[in-house]
């Protein structure tokens, strides 16, 4: 019993001092005393499966991480993963089309913990002709795509602060996850290099900017474009808890006229291609 309870104390304190809370702090937010939470840390009081979750939801664990806390607790694992069109998230699924569609002409995708493309509306083919045929092999990563020198970084016209604002976003997910794949990408990522050997540790100056635009050259025209974040509110399922969906928006009245014109425009046998329908 004392090496259940200590392994189940390691994972609390880790994630405790990954939120940056004190004891104190993360007693009164799970509305247990100190001295019972200190003695769950260091394997001198087992905790009950209801503990675990109580705690898990005041550090805002992962649901995946969850499982592995309750495992060592000697519980069975809450939370199913199952796959995108696994019948239980049909339900689900239909959601994330619908809003992919109604998103057209306009770019959306569904990305998963790991940032594969696992859903999209086929949007704008046309910024897609100059990338690499193995970047758009299945999986595709959208980070991968967006940074790569053989993907669309040579048709981003800011891809420093783009890059910047990546890396940032990437940086917080991995804060909040601890997910060593995510770690693994950051260092691939940043072996890529940005154009004028941008730091990716600055980001863009929120005194001078709202949002930071996606600027990136197309048949029509520079288009920029700012975006947006779906994700589901309190999932019970990995799956659904690791998933967000990415809109992006018009940042100007010459991009809503040159995506209606490249949209109207028929689209090539490559582009046909493009359809990034997830995951092996």
């Given at each position: 019993m004392s090496e259940v309870t200590s392994l189940v104390g390691d994972h609390i304190r880790l994630w405790r001092q990954r939120r940056r809370l004190s004891q104190l702090e993360l007693a009164l937010e799970a509305?247990?005393?100190?001295?019972?939470?200190?003695?769950?840390?260091?394997?001198?009081?087992?905790?009950?499966?209801?503990?675990?979750?109580?705690?898990?939801?005041?550090?805002?664990?992962?649901l995946r991480e969850q499982n592995v806390i309750l495992m060592a607790g000697g519980f069975a694992p809450m939370f199913p993963e199952r796959p995108l069109d696994a019948p239980e998230l049909s339900s689900a699924r239909a959601a994330i089309d619908i809003v992919l569609q109604s998103h057209l002409p306009y770019p959306a995708f569904a990305v998963d913990r790991?940032?594969?493309?696992?859903?999209?509306?086929r949007?704008?083919?046309q910024i897609y002709e100059a990338v690499a045929p193995e970047i758009l092999r299945p999986p595709v990563n959208a980070l991968r795509l967006s940074l790569h020198p053989n993907g669309m970084a040579p048709c981003i016209l800011n891809l420093d602060e783009w890059r910047a604002h990546i890396f940032a976003r990437l940086r917080e997910q991995i804060a909040v996850s601890a997910d060593p794949s995510l770690s693994e990408l950051y260092a691939e990522l940043r072996l890529y290099g940005g154009r004028h050997g941008h730091d990716p540790m600055i980001g863009t100056d929120p005194r001078t900017s709202t949002v930071?635009?996606?600027?990136?050259?197309?048949?029509?025209?520079?288009?920029?474009?700012?975006?947006?974040?779906?994700?589901?509110?309190?999932?019970?399922?990995?799956?659904l808890s690791e998933l967000a969906v990415e809109f992006f928006f018009p940042a100007d009245p010459e991009t809503i006229a040159r995506v209606?014109?490249?949209?109207?425009?028929?689209?090539?046998?490559?582009?046909?291609?493009?359809?990034?329908?997830v995951i092996d």
């Open positions: 509305e247990i005393s100190t001295r019972h939470l200190s003695f769950v840390e260091t394997g001198r009081a087992a905790p009950s499966r209801g503990m675990i979750l109580t705690l898990s939801e005041a550090l805002k664990i992962p790991r940032w594969r493309i696992v859903a999209s509306n949007a704008l083919p930071v635009p996606f600027r990136v050259t197309s048949p029509a025209g520079p288009l920029a474009f700012f975006t947006t974040t779906m994700v589901f509110g309190t999932p019970l399922d990995i799956t209606a014109s490249l949209a109207n425009q028929t689209i090539t046998a490559k582009s046909e291609l493009m359809t990034f329908d």
